[in-house]
């Protein structure tokens, strides 16, 4: 780095002076100004910063010391010397009450004079070394102080609750979503933790304070605070150790894990749900083999084949319910590859209506289409669409009432591209309609005995609507009939 | 006196006609003379008029606990309160949702004499028959 030359400035009225001082300092290497009277030496001064400033003190504009004055207002660490003929005790001690560093009497010798220069420029580097230092420590406060205040703002706005223990057991630090996740009202810094925190928590501190061996370990473990599943929670204790590696405390995270706990039952009772309904057929199939099988008792041919035959139609219920399952896992796991094209839907439901149509003359009904003209596409998987029509339709078919109408309407009603597909069937009491969706709900009176289903159809249209951001409506009368409505979102142009 | 003399006669209510006719055919093959019922229903109704020695009913029929309505109103009856009760069940392991019929209390909550694990064993039943007092 190429070394930074010192900035003098000369102010003085005596040109002689002024020219002497300047080309000495010169030939030492030093940058040097000159101003030839007060109001330019100000002027000089105040404008840039200067590392020294020799000032006369006697001049015709001003007095020396208040060109100083002036100077040092606006450069305080510039280091500035008082020259003058006129020396005298009061001027000196003036001029150093007002900050100038020394005093050179006139005439001074060349020697003379370069010595009192260099000892400013020694006090110019002391004072800017000094500046320098103030600075970098108020920066390093200031950072500290953000850094600080900044992981406080973290640790305290965290949905997990955050608690530190000392190694005596008692609480040094918490926040507020320590109480939340704890539900409790009140906790104070220096409480004995053994003493307010849940006992399962107090058991796995107390470890860190029996035995040197768990000092390295953390623990977690999962406590139901409110019962229910009002609130479920999740503890992990790890040590904090001091900077030499000793025990200095645990810190205690708890997690609220509530959501995940009722995900959890949710899925267990689906689970129980679906080994119910698997066992009932596998049940009544081999009940009938066993019939059939103990020689104990007697069977006709005809029974026989009345058994087989009963077997065979559990048997297909229960083929049915396992692909309706893989359907929903299909659904929920989103790894079915869906295949996006334009449907339409009249010409969808048309062709479900083809397939369905054996089912349909079984039963005498009379099928009404009415479908609005000029009606969007609707970017979807054919087969899911199709799933869906079909499943509703057939609902229509099974609970309709033999020689009764469906009717079936799609028009744009806002951004819902709609369907409304209404039977003369048995219908649904309020009850029956606000289970309708549930897994494995079905409806039981005196009209549905002897109708099969596996009571997931509607779950699966439910599932595949909704992943369209779709809509699916039942308005049911027990005894008249049932209009289901599926409203399809269309981005309107 | 065997169970099947002592309780000659035993109704036996399901909604699952294949399971009902199995039950039957089983109970029938041992000596008993088994009347049906489809629903909680007509259960009450066969009850009153047949007066049965011994009754099965299943928990789950056209309401979840259509069992249970129809045992206790079996059991407000003069006949019911003597007559030797059985709750026919898969709920107690399938669905988590567990209770038993061991103690007296537990009896007189659930107004029934013990309970039947599904598939039905007909040698459970007559046990069950011979142990009831």
């Not at chain 1, 992981?151 to 630090?173: A, P, W």
């Not at chain 1, 299909?330 to 439901?349: C, D, G, W």
């Not at chain 1, 057939?394 to 028009?411: E, L, P, V």
């Amino acid at each position: 780095m190429a070394e930074i030359r010192t900035k003098v400035l000369i102010v003085d009225d005596e040109k002689g002076l002024r020219l002497g001082t300047q080309r000495l300092l010169q030939s030492e290497g030093y940058l040097v100004s000159i101003a030839e009277n007060g109001t330019e030496g100000i002027r000089l001064g105040t404008e840039e910063e200067f590392d020294l400033a020799v000032i006369d003190l006697k001049m015709p504009d001003y007095d020396g010391l208040e060109v100083l004055n002036k100077i040092r207002q606006i450069h305080p660490n510039t280091v500035c010397f008082i020259a003058t003929a006129f020396a005298s005790y009061d001027t000196a001690i003036e001029a150093t009450r007002l900050g100038a560093f020394s005093y050179i009497p006139k005439p001074f010798t060349p020697e003379e004079f370069l010595y009192q220069i260099e000892q400013g420029v020694k006090h110019r580097k002391v004072i800017l070394e000094s500046a320098r230092l103030l600075k970098e420590r108020e920066e390093n406060l200031l950072e500290l102080a953000q850094e600080k205040s900044k992981l406080n703002i973290i640790i305290k706005s965290i949905e997990d609750g955050v608690l530190i223990i000392n190694n005596s057991g008692q609480i040094v630090y918490f926040n507020n979503s320590v109480l939340k996740n704890l539900d409790m009202d009140e906790l104070a810094i220096g409480d004995d933790a053994s003493e307010v925190l849940p006992a399962k928590i107090s058991e796995i501190i107390s470890k860190y304070f029996v035995s040197f061996e768990t000092v390295n370990k953390s623990f977690s473990t999962q406590i139901e605070i409110k019962s229910d599943n009002e609130l479920f929670i999740e503890v992990n204790c790890s040590p904090v150790p001091q900077t030499d590696g000793s025990f200095s405390g645990v810190v205690v995270i708890i997690r609220n894990i509530t959501e995940t706990k009722k995900i959890e039952l949710i899925k267990n009772q689906f689970v129980s749900m679906v080994a119910h309904e698997l066992k009932t057929p596998v049940a009544a199939v081999q009940g009938f083999l066993t019939i059939i099988l103990d020689k104990n008792i007697s069977t006709s041919r005809d029974q026989e084949i009345d058994f087989l035959s009963r077997s065979s139609v559990r048997l297909k219920g229960l083929l049915d319910l396992v692909n309706d399952l893989l359907d929903i896992s299909r659904i929920e796991m989103k790894t079915k590859q869906r295949e996006l094209v334009n449907l339409n839907i009249p010409e969808t439901i048309n062709s479900t209506l083809v397939f369905l149509q054996l089912e349909i003359e079984k039963k005498k009904l009379i099928v009404n289409c009415e479908f609005e003209d000029n009606l969007p596409v609707f970017k979807a998987d054919l087969n899911e669409l199709t799933r869906v029509f079909t499943n509703i339709l057939s609902n229509a078919i099974k609970y309709n009432t033999d020689g009764g109408y469906i009717k079936i309407k799609t028009s744009m009603t806002g951004n819902y591209l709609c369907t409304s597909i209404s039977d003369s069937g048995i219908g649904m009491t309020e009850k029956d309609v606000n289970n309708l969706f549930q897994e494995f709900f079905r409806a039981k009176n005196e009209f549905t005995r002897g109708i099969s289903g596996t009571g997931l159809g509607l779950t699966i249209v439910k599932r595949i609507v909704e992943s369209y951001h779709g809509k699916v409506e039942v308005e049911s009368e027990y005894k008249k009939g049932t209009i289901f409505t599926i409203k399809l979102p269309i981005t309107l142009k | 006196m065997q169970a099947h003399e002592k309780y000659n006669k035993i109704l036996l209510v399901d909604d699952d006609i294949d399971l009902l006719e199995q039950n039957k055919i089983m109970l029938e093959s041992k000596g008993f003379i088994v009347i049906t019922a489809e629903s909680g229903k007509e259960g009450f109704e066969t009850f009153e008029k047949e007066l049965p020695d011994a009754a099965i009913v299943d928990l789950i029929m056209e309401q979840h606990d259509s069992g249970f309505i129809l045992c206790h109103k079996i059991k407000k009856t003069k006949h019911g309160k003597t007559m030797p009760l059985f709750m026919l069940t898969s709920a107690t392991y399938d669905t988590g949702f567990k209770f038993s019929a061991s103690t007296e209390e537990e009896k007189e909550w659930i107004k029934c004499d013990g309970i039947l694990h599904k598939p039905v064993v007909v040698e459970d039943v007559i046990a069950k028959l011979e142990n009831y007092d």
